[in-house]
């Protein structure tokens, strides 16, 4: 009984150090708040941050956008969390990864948070985009305003369909793909898109490579072969369906 | 000293009993391999697999499926592996969830793994699908033929804008949102697919909810907010495009 007595008193204590540190916290925070600005880590290429945790990013920036519109110049993690439907504490372990944002009780400073999460995602210009393609989903992609303000123009259309050549979707004209290489070399064109039929998407692939892009998101059936410094994604909404048919099957029937 | 020679032939027996183990299991499997039918785990709701187990299936049902039409009776890890890009390792294992697969040396039987992952999938039947929002995207998802063969059917399209009204995409009626909550119920449909414009997507999702539908593809720019139960993914481009921007940036561009 004396013990369990002797560990109330214990934790109460350290329940009033706590209390007490983040009080004096808060005091030094107030004072330089306006100084504030987030500390990098050592390493500027961030080698090991989990691919996951680079996935989330984009979500964090697009509610900061959302926030900053709206006029809020700060949120909490907890707000965050809940506009995300990512928990708080996996936001601040991931914004960890990073420096330090936000101050106890008050919050991440809204402009400053996503103009750095934008540097670091390597957002802060423009990159430029080709797409190979020009389907009815090319068409629907070629013809999306929202590229520009996340950070990407598209400055290219490619198709081996003769009766595309010279047409144009939202301004830019539909070329041919002998046109590629010369046109990936003087736009700087960086980062392509694959709109193809699926039995043409590897052959566009090698080609893209060949031409000198980097990063290919692929919006075919079909999984792609590249070299390992190629950066490849696959928008495959086929198996996101099918996982999640999993859940309905598993879940949803069974109850 | 005694003690470590101990520890040693401690080490050594119960490697030469695994070892044993191992050849009498190879054995049975060589005597039974044509009876061998793949043993569920315990639980038919798989309740503890890993989201991102559940995303490779999909992947490994495409790549049987190929080989399939190739006229390939089996497949090696170390194939599968090289045609999907991921180690054979984490085949294994993932595999391994959902019972035994597979025999040392002969590899998976490619008929009888495609046909084991669709039903956990549950994709041995065909689920009906509806399409919110036939602009160009929607027109392009309306328009695609592989869902079929994928296990999905797309049965009901479903537009906001009066003048679509009546339209057809793919035999398909395009009809206003005020048939949806019947066009759910008489079609049985439990998954649907979002691509109208972002600022009308909660307003849908809210509808689609409350007319029973279970699992929403979103392919709009804005996050959804659903309840717990409702199976939600979200293809996202942008996103993808930026997390692949900090890769561009911090690796090619660095070196």
Redesign the interface.
Known sequence: MQGDNLQKIKKKQKFLDILSQKTKTRFLLKKKSEKEIPKRKNS????HVP?IV??R???Y???LTKIQKQGKLQISSNLLGE???ISPGIIRKDLNYFGRFGKQGSGYQVIELKDTLKT????DGT?N?GVIGL???G???A??T??TN???RIVALFDTDEKLHGKKISRITIQSLDELKRSVKTRNI??A?ISTPSNQSQDVANRLIDSGV??I?N?T?S?L?VPK?I?L?H??????????????????L?K
Chains 1, 2 share one sequence.
């Open positions: 500027p290429l961030f080698n691919e680079i996935q990013l984009p979500i920036i697009r509610i506009l995300s439907g670091i995602l390597g957002l990159w985009v389907g009815k989903l068409d629907a992609i013809s999306y929202g590229f996340a950070g990407f960086k980062i898109i980097k990063c998101l919006y059936q999984s072969k410094e950066i994604k928008v495959d909404p086929i198996s996101t369906l099918q996982s999640m048919a999993f859940h309905l099957k598993n879940y949803h069974n």
